[in-house]
């Protein structure tokens, strides 16, 4: 059996994940609909608000927990990406916040009443090379005000905040590129219509993802989180988080497949007998289950170090790179498996297919961390 730390976490979740079957992600899926009742019913479980510590109403528990809660929502043929954020972006109010943010916003959102899943960095202009981005909030009295465009920003929509990377020093009067940058918390109830409009990006697959155009909106200089300038290293942090439960949701994606992929070639018969007999079937079968439990024990590594609060941007980036890889391995073998019937929709295997093939490119795509473990691990040549 793989790892099943967490055991109780795990068998709850998978209760509530039944009563959410695929005809519920189908008709979704059809229509591009938030899934609002499973984000509703993950919350008042407690699930989304386990990472948030007990002083501010959360569960306090490790970051292994919520990779427990996010690989078991995946097998399950769930989809966390409506909601996952909700479990960390409130660490970058957690870690670099003032006493009276923390007081002011992580009661709400541990209780689910104030959402903060959405997390604006990209731009379509810089894409990865995040030290360009141009969005730019320029200090005016008690405010700063805020001029500029993102992409691919999800849940923005089904969002009371949004934790924003802006620039408030031009990139050429720093010293380091990454200085310059600062991180602000925006009032999505009050931006909208004030300066900010949002509009839905249509995808390959349902992830209520968004673009978004600033135009001198207002926020207040309160709402700056830690220092202006060092807002760059405050959205590494959080992105050690995000890497490492993404990593967890394709392993629970990589379970499923092969869940599914067993049990269909043990009982379709072909020529007489199952195509599981077939070693053409089994092996890849079998080499996805090797894959997916290889990858699992890194994504594990990675979130014990996470949890010891050790530096951990390596085993992030490795976990999200084996596990995204893994999935994908695993998707297209369960679509063969399956052979016709994997394309049709009540299978729910396209639909998987689409959401895993997702994390091979954000939230950060494969290159960039074979470029990082070359040029930090390995001190290889830098290519820019
Ligand atoms: C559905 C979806 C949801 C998302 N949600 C969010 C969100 O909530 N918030 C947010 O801020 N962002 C979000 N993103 C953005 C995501 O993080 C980026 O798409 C991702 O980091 C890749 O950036 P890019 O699309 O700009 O690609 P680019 O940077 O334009 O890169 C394009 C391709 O070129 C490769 N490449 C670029 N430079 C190099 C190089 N030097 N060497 C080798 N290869 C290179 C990349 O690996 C990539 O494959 C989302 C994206 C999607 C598709």
Redesign the pocket.
Known sequence: MPDQSHPEIRESVRRLCAEFPGSYWQELDRSRTYPTEFVRTLTEAGFLSVLVPEEFGGAGLGLSAATAILEEIHRSGCNGGACH?QMYTMGTILKHGSPEQKQRYLPGIASGALRLQ?????EPTS???TTRIKTFARRDGDDYVVSGQ?I????AEHSDLMVLLVRTTPRDAVAKSSDGMSVLLVDMREAVGNGLTIRPVR?M?N?A?TEMFFDDLRVPAANLIGEEGKGFRYILDGMNAERILIASECIGDGRFFIDRAAAYASEREVFGRPIGENQGIQFPIARAHVQISAAAAMVDQAAAMFEAGEPCGTEANMSKMLASEASWYAADMCIQTHGGFGFAEEYDIERKFRETR?YQ????????IL?HVATHVLKLPK??
């Open positions: 954020a959405a997390f604006g960095v990209t894409g990865t090379d993102k691919w920003i999800s849940r995808t697959l992830h993802t997702l490119v954000a939230p950060i795509s494969t290159n960039l470029s290519s820019f």
